[in-house]
Nanobody, 120 residues
Framework: QVQLVESGGGLVQPGGSLRLSCAAS????????VGWYRQVSEKERELVAI???????NYAESVKGRFTISRDNAKNTVYLQMNSLKPEDTAVYSC??????????????WGQGTQVTVSS
C-alpha cells in the first residue's frame, strides 16, 4: 500500500520561505507524476507544481519563479521550495502521486496535508 507523508509547513511572514517535503513509501519512479496541490477552506483543490518520473516540471502561473519542485530519489522524497511567500499562498498543501494504468483511470494517492500560513 502507498503512503505519502508531508512535512515542513508552518507560519511564515510575507516574503519568507518554506520547504515542504513529501516522503513516499515506495520509489518515486513507480509513479508517473508526483505533485503538490493546495486547498483553502471549501475551495477546489488547486495544482501548484508537478514533476514526472522523467524529471519534467510544471507550475501554476501564480507560483512560477517563486516555487521549485524537486526530488531526492535515494530518499523517495519530493520537495517544494517556496520563496517570496505571499498571504494568498496560505493553504493546506497536499502531496499527490499518480499512477497511470493504460486504458483504465489513473490511481491517485494523497498525503494528509500540511498547513502553510503566510501572515504578518
Amino acid at each position: 500500500q502507498v503512503q505519502l507523508v508531508e512535512s515542513g509547513g508552518g507560519l511564515v511572514q510575507p516574503g519568507g520561505s518554506l520547504r515542504l517535503s513529501c516522503a513516499a513509501s515506495r520509489s518515486i519512479f513507480s509513479f508517473n507524476n508526483v505533485g503538490w496541490y493546495r486547498q483553502v477552506s471549501e475551495k477546489e483543490r488547486e495544482l501548484v507544481a508537478i514533476i514526472t518520473s522523467g524529471g519534467s516540471t510544471n507550475y501554476a502561473e501564480s507560483v512560477k519563479g517563486r516555487f521549485t519542485i524537486s526530488r531526492d530519489n535515494a530518499k523517495n522524497t519530493v520537495y517544494l521550495q517556496m520563496n517570496s511567500l505571499k498571504p494568498e499562498d496560505t493553504a493546506v498543501y497536499s502531496c499527490n502521486a499518480q499512477l497511470w494504468r493504460g486504458y483504465l483511470p489513473p490511481l491517485d494517492y494523497w498525503g494528509q496535508g500540511t498547513q502553510v500560513t503566510v501572515s504578518s
